[in-house]
């Protein structure tokens, strides 16, 4: 219950952050669904609630689904504001977190597997980067032998994404997978 608790608290104390220091980027809430992990996103643009991803689902409804999701873990990736497209008809910050808080969602402890974490990596990247992206993570997977060799895995991961994205973003986007496997 404690980490329920301690992950649920961070991922709104994320949200209610953004939203008072009026901040611009991005909320990467990591969840499973059918034994795998996804991302969600969540869109602010000066600490308004601009957007939302879950699944298939965009604006309102991603909102929703992510609200009824479990939560593994959470992180906020400042932006630019040019990257941000508002969406339609989107809640504020209040009314989420007062979904968060009436029990709408539930955080839970996650370990991945090797392979969950291949997966989830791969598809955190190519939902940035492109496909090719995904795809490179898988080969880096296959040379560092992932489910022997992790911390070599996490760092080939770190490495190639950082060529791209920067070392600072890199580690912010990835290493909250990683701490569930490791």
Known sequence: ???TAKIEAKFTGLMRHAQEAQQTG???AYYRDDNVIHVGTLF???GRLCGANYDESRGADAVRGLAESVIATAMFVPTSPAEL???PQMPDVDQVLNALGRGEAVGGTEHLSAVDLVQAVAGTLADLLGDRMGDKV???AHQTH???D???FREACITTAANLIGGKRARELLEPLFELAL
Request: glycine share 0%; proline share 5%; net charge positive.
């Open 1 to 3: 219950m404690f980490a």
């Open 146 to 148: 992932a489910a022997k």
């Open 26 to 28: 991005k909320i990467y």
């Open 85 to 87: 497209l508002d969406q």
């Open 150 to 152: 992790l911390p070599a």
């Open 138 to 140: 898988k080969d880096l």
């Open 44 to 46: 602010f643009k000066k």
